[in-house]
């Protein structure tokens, strides 16, 4: 078996299992301190992974916040941030975004055959990386896994997060609940359908379940 990395899988939902509404407002889901356990375990991680999606839609940094945690990081002979890391089908990721940004961090793009050579020219900083016409969750983490990333943080979206649960590739569930509901299906569940690992006969094993201000955290171990 080739070797890859421990994949978590970090997410946020409402009651009903939302991680967006269907409206144009990024839905907010986390509080101030929950932001903090995930800069916590960002700070832990090699390597955050999120969808392109997520790079469009939400435009997040991928940066370890706190600053003790980044000379933590440093002093361990490690760069302050973790490698980021996205999978694209189309191509469409905007040099501007702030995944691209001049800050440090390292960049991975594992994009489709198509849309390789568009991508090299257009975030010529980033590492871009062909994985055939259809990207594959276990092809980049063999990839990764051959760049020394050992704990990977997936941090979303949607369909990245149902790939991964999928193929049996994550290890670890990080779930936090928010208290209200969402009542649209028009809006982004956490996860798509599927076959997945984990029934009513296979279930996975609750590690932790711990209260942050008026959100509850679930984490879960998803492989021995």
């Known amino acids: 078996m080739a070797e890859r990395p421990y994949p978590i ?21 986390s ?15 090699d390597a955050i992974l999120v969808g392109a999606t997520t790079v469009r839609r939400d435009d997040p940094r991928l940066l ?27 191509g469409v990721l905007p040099s501007s975004s702030a995944f691209f940004a001049d800050d440090g961090a390292e960049k991975v793009v594992y994009a489709a055959t198509g849309c ?11 590492t871009v990386v062909d994985v055939g016409t259809e990207p594959c969750m276990s092809r980049v983490g063999e990839d990764l ?5 050992r704990r ?23 779930l936090v609940m928010a208290p209200f509901l969402v009542g649209d299906s028009h809006g982004t569940r956490f996860v798509g359908d599927g076959a997945f690992p984990w029934t009513s006969t296979h279930r996975a094993h609750l590690l932790e379940a711990r209260q942050i201000d008026d959100l509850v955290l ?7």
């Open 64 to 90: 370890v916040r706190d600053a003790s945690r980044r000379a933590a990081r440093t002093a361990q002979g490690r760069r302050a941030n973790p490698l980021k890391v996205t999978v694209t089908r189309s």
């Open 9 to 29: 899988l970090s997410a946020a939902v409402s009651l009903d299992g939302y991680l967006d509404d269907a409206t144009a407002q990024r839905l907010v889901l």
């Open 116 to 126: 390789v050579d568009a991508l090299r020219r257009s975030v010529p900083d980033a």
């Open 218 to 224: 679930l984490r879960y171990a998803l492989t021995r």
């Open 152 to 174: 990977l943080l997936v941090e979303g979206g949607s369909e990245v997060l149902t790939q991964f649960l999928l193929a049996g590739l994550a290890d670890e569930l990080h």
């Open 145 to 149: 896994a051959a760049r020394g990333v």
């Open 31 to 45: 509080t101030s301190a929950d932001l903090d356990r995930v800069d916590e375990v960002r700070a832990e991680s």
